[in-house]
């Protein structure tokens, strides 16, 4: 079962983050997807919040992956400037996803070959004409993250 979010404005965006952010466990990897400006960073820093983090939040393309502690430990990462799956070892990549936090990873579609086969899939829409409009699509893949979809309709509706 899909979800679809609609929001206009990075702070309906982020306010989303929050939400999610309520109902994600030790060892939830969210995949995001969606081009440059699509809306990947505010949905993090929206979950950061959610999980009671306070520092900034900022975009880990240079350093690929920024952690912090909040009510469970964050993961930001975002392989946009890695070359590959090929790649992702190095980076210790199985530490974070097969781990006790949550990771949050942007661009994933770059390193699909390495994603766990259960995870939460987000999909970032935008649309012409309309700038600060998104469409948010949640797809899970497996038990754990169809109970999550579950919960967040509860939570939040049927979507839009
Ligand atoms: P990404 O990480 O996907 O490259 P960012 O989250 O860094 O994108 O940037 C999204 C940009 O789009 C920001 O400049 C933000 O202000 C803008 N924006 C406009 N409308 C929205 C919206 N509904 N949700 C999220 N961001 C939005
Ligand atoms: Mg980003």
């Not at 899909?2 to 206009?8: C, E, I, K, L």
């Not at 909040?70 to 400037?81: E, I, K, T």
Request: proline share 5%.
């Amino acid at each position: 079962m899909a979800f679809v979010w609609r929001t206009r404005s990075p702070g309906e965006t982020e306010e989303f983050g929050r939400l999610l952010a309520s109902i994600l466990l030790p060892g939830d990897v969210l995949c995001l997807y969606g081009d440059l400006g699509a809306g990947k960073t505010v949905l993090a820093r929206g979950i950061a919040r959610g999980l009671g983090i306070t520092r900034p939040v900022t975009s880990p393309t240079f350093t690929l992956i920024n952690e912090y502690s909040g009510r469970l430990p964050l993961y930001h990462m975002d392989v946009y400037r890695l070359g590959g799956s090929g790649e992702m070892a190095d980076l210790g990549y199985e530490e974070y996803f097969y781990g006790e936090g949550v990771t949050v990873l942007e661009w994933a579609g770059r390193v699909e070959e390495v994603l766990p086969s259960e995870r939460l899939d987000i999909y970032f829409k935008g649309f012409q004409g309309e700038p600060d409009l998104r469409e948010i699509h949640i797809i899970p893949r497996g038990r754990r993250y169809e109970e999550l979809v579950k919960e967040l309709t509860a939570l939040v509706g049927a979507g839009y």
